[in-house]
Nanobody
């Protein structure tokens, strides 16, 4: 079983930056990718970004050019650097790990609020 613990988030003005962290523990060797999702009030959870074990990244069109996903393999931690934040980025952000069996694990979620 993989355990994901998130940190970061909070309240920021529009145009500001925040950085989220997702630390993986237990059986991390079976992880093949870690993703970030977000869910705004009244909306479905949506994909934000992904990074594979070899560093390949992917982003949703809504965050491309503003968000950067990275990883520190030595610390089993994935980061989401969010720049030029907009009020529409306000959501609960979740990290998600997919293992080699395509089983998914979720972090506890962290609130990001961008004020206009």
């Amino acid at each position: 079983q993989v355990q994901l613990v998130q940190s970061g988030g909070g309240l920021v003005d529009a145009g500001g930056s925040l950085k989220l962290s997702c630390a993986a523990a237990r059986s991390t060797f079976i992880i093949k990718a870690i993703c970030w999702y977000r869910q705004a009030p009244g909306k479905q959870r949506e994909f934000v970004a992904q990074i594979s074990t070899i560093g390949t990244t992917d982003y949703s069109d809504s965050v491309k050019g503003r968000f950067t996903v990275s990883r520190d393999n030595a610390k089993n931690t994935v980061f989401l650097q969010m720049n030029s934040l907009k009020p529409e980025d306000t959501a609960v952000y979740y990290c998600n790990a997919v293992d080699i069996y395509d089983y998914q694990y979720w972090g506890q979620g962290t609130q990001v609020t961008v004020s206009s």
